[in-house]
């Protein structure tokens, strides 16, 4: 099984700033993660897909990048609703999660 | 609209059974693959099954394999999870969402539904 080491698990970040999350995967994933953010009391939003391709009505602030076994995911220009836990999710091989990382505003 | 609704969730004892619905609308439900989600009280989300968009394929990670079973109607535009054996660590909130094929990342989700295991 694929494993996923996501990091930082929390995060504390100005408005107006950035924020970069990690995931490392047990293997080569060949760019198969996607990003998400999740609110209480809602399902998961999907951000991103296939590493770095945005879903429609997703502002350009949410990037990924990556390759292999490493990836990123940011988020530029800070605000107040970008308050979420996110995760990456790995499906090159059936699908495994990440811890999350936990985002708060300063 | 794409909508998910997740229902059938609540109290069982250890070792009993429960069987979740997910209603879906908005989208023709017959062409996308759907699994099943759950997020654990300690937050991690864990991956709980995936059946193809034909019902003919499912996949189950070795946690839940061998007592839970996914199966879709596709008439009704509903899945569900039938649940057996159930273990306290089962205690989760459980997500319906679609993908569009295997080789894609679950793009729309429910609200969820609460199952919580204990005596």
């Known amino acids: ?106 | 609209e794409v909508q998910l609704v997740e229902s059938g969730g609540g109290l069982v004892k250890p070792g009993g059974s429960l069987k979740l619905s997910c209603a879906a609308s908005g989208f023709t439900f017959s062409s996308y693959a759907m699994s099943w989600v759950r997020q654990t009280p300690e937050k991690r989300l864990e991956w709980v099954a995936t059946i193809s968009s034909g019902g003919s394929y499912t996949y189950y990670p070795d946690s839940v394999k061998g007592r839970f079973t996914i199966s879709r109607d596709n008439a009704k535009n509903t899945l569900y999870l039938q649940m057996s054996s159930l273990r306290s660590e089962d205690t989760a909130m459980y997500y319906c969402a679609r993908r569009k094929g295997l080789r894609d990342a679950m793009d729309y989700w429910g609200q969820g539904t609460s199952v919580t295991v204990s005596s």
């Not at chain 1, 994933?29 to 951000?47: D, E, S, T």
């Not at chain 1, 995760?87 to 990440?98: K, R, S």
Request: charge should be positive; proline fraction near 6%.
């Open chain 1, 1 to 106: 099984d694929i494993q996923m080491t996501q990091s930082p698990s929390s995060l504390s970040a100005s408005l107006g700033g950035k924020v970069t999350i990690t995931c490392k995967a047990s293997q080569d994933i060949n760019k198969y993660i996607a990003w998400y953010q999740h609110k209480p009391g809602k399902g998961p939003r999907l951000l991103i897909h296939y590493t770095s391709t945005l879903q429609p009505g997703i502002p350009s602030r949410f990037s990924g990048s990556g390759s292999g076994r490493d990836y990123s995911f940011s988020i530029s220009n800070l605000e107040p609703e970008d308050i979420a836990t996110y995760y990456c999710l790995q499906y090159d091989n059936l699908l495994t999660f990440g811890g999350g990382t936990k985002l708060e505003i300063k």
